[in-house]
C-alpha cells in the first residue's frame, strides 16, 4: 500500500509517501516539503502567530492534496516540539484539523525517541544488541537506549539547535561569551540524563539520526549523500571538537558554503555540535553512527505492526 507520513516538525514541515507491506522496508515514492520554522513565528507569549498559523494549514491542505492525487490510502500525521510547545497547540490543531478535516496528532518527547528508536533497531537488526540512539531537532535533543524495540530508558529534553540558537547564541558569528555560556546550559542540562544513560549499561551500537547529525558528519568528511544509503557514515567527537570551535567563529553565510549544510540549518549548525559534542564527551562515546532511518520511519513501521496485529 502507498502511506503518506505528514511530520510537522521545528525547522520543515514535510510529507513523505512510501510504498510498504507489513514485513517489508517502506520504499519512499515521493517527497513534499517546505522550510516552515514555525518558532520563528512565535510571539511574546510563546504562541504561534496568525501568520505562523495560515503557513502551516496552508501547507497542510497542499501536502494532503499532494497524497490523494499520488495514491495514497492512509495519512498519519504528527507535530513535534514547535506544537506541543507552543502556548496554544491545542488551538493551532483545532484550527488545522477544521479547515483541512487532517489530524495532527501531538506527539511527546518520549514518545518521539521511542518511535525513533524503533526505526534504528529494525535499521541494524537483533545482532547488534544494546543500542543508544541520539537526534537532535529544532526544538529538542532525544536520546533512547534500550536491547529490545521499546527502548529501556527514552529522554527528550529542550536542546534543539533552533531552541538554542535563538536563545543563547547572540550575534553571527556568536560572540565568545555567548557560545561559553551555551556550553555551560547544554552540560547542565545533559548531567542527570547523561548518568541515567550511563546507569544502564555500555552499548553496543551508538547511532545518530536526524538532518543536524548527518550534516555534521558531512562536515567532518562523511560520505555525500550521492553515495547512497548503505555507506557507512560516521561522526568521530575529535573532529566534531575540532569543528564546534570552527563553526564558533564562522557566519551563517560561511557555513552555508560547507558540504552538507542547507542555508536554512547553517545558523544551527554550531548549536548541534554544542550539543554533539556534549552528549559523546559526557557518555564517554568517541564516534557515532548515522542512521539512514528516523521518527518517520519509526512512524510508518508502527502503523504497519498495527495492521500485522489487528
Not at 81 to 97: C, H, M, P, Q
Not at 176 to 189: F, L
Request: aromatic share 6%; with cysteine; charged share 25%.
Amino acid at each position: 500500500m502507498r502511506l503518506g507520513v505528514l511530520d510537522i516538525g521545528s525547522n520543515t514541515v514535510h510529507l513523505l509517501l512510501v510504498d510498504a507491506h507489513p514485513g517489508a522496508r517502506p520504499i519512499p515514492f515521493g517527497s513534499f516539503k517546505r522550510s516552515l520554522q514555525l518558532v520563528a513565528y512565535l510571539d511574546g507569549a510563546g504562541a504561534i502567530s496568525e501568520l505562523g498559523q495560515r503557513e502551516l494549514i496552508d501547507f497542510v491542505a497542499e501536502a494532503a492534496a499532494f497524497a490523494r492525487d499520488n495514491g495514497s490510502e492512509d495519512l498519519l500525521a504528527f507535530a513535534t516540539s514547535a506544537i506541543r510547545e507552543s502556548a496554544n497547540g491545542d488551538t493551532v490543531l483545532d484550527r488545522v484539523y477544521a479547515e483541512t478535516g487532517i489530524r495532527l496528532v501531538e506527539m511527546s518527547g518520549p514518545d518521539e525517541a521511542a518511535a525513533t528508536f524503533l526505526a534504528v533497531r529494525r535499521w541494524y537488526g537483533w545482532g547488534s544488541g544494546t543500542i543508544l540512539n541520539l537526534d537532535i531537532g529544532g526544538g529538542s535533543f532525544e536520546l533512547a537506549i534500550g536491547q529490545d524495540e521499546h527502548p529501556e530508558l527514552a529522554i527528550s529534553l529542550p536542546l534543539g539547535a533552533g531552541r538554542l540558537t535563538r536563545d543563547l547564541l547572540d550575534g553571527d558569528p556568536p560572540t565568545a561569551k555567548s557560545v561559553k555560556d551555551a556550553r555551560r546550559h547544554i552540560r547542565d542540562a545533559l548531567e542527570k540524563p547523561v548518568a541515567d544513560l550511563r546507569a544502564i549499561g555500555e552499548p553496543t551500537i551508538v547511532a545518530a539520526t536526524s538532518k543536524s547529525f548527518r550534516s555534521l558528519a558531512r562536515i567532518t568528511g562523511a560520505a555525500p549523500r550521492a553515495a547512497g544509503m548503505y555507506v557507512l557514515r560516521e561522526l568521530r567527537l575529535h573532529d566534531l571538537t575540532l569543528w564546534s570551535s570552527r563553526l564558533s567563529a564562522m557566519s551563517a553565510d560561511d557555513r552555508a558554503e560547507l558540504p552538507g549544510v542547507s542555508e536554512l540549518r547553517a545558523t544551527q549548525m554550531l548549536a548541534a555540535a554544542l550539543v554533539a559534542e556534549a552528549a559523546m564527551e559526557g557518555l564517554g562515546i568517541e564516534s557515532v553512527q548515522i542512521c539512514p532511518w528516523a521518527l518517520r520511519e519509526g512512524v510508518i513501521l508502527r502503523r504497519f505492526d498495527q495492521l500485522q496485529s489487528a
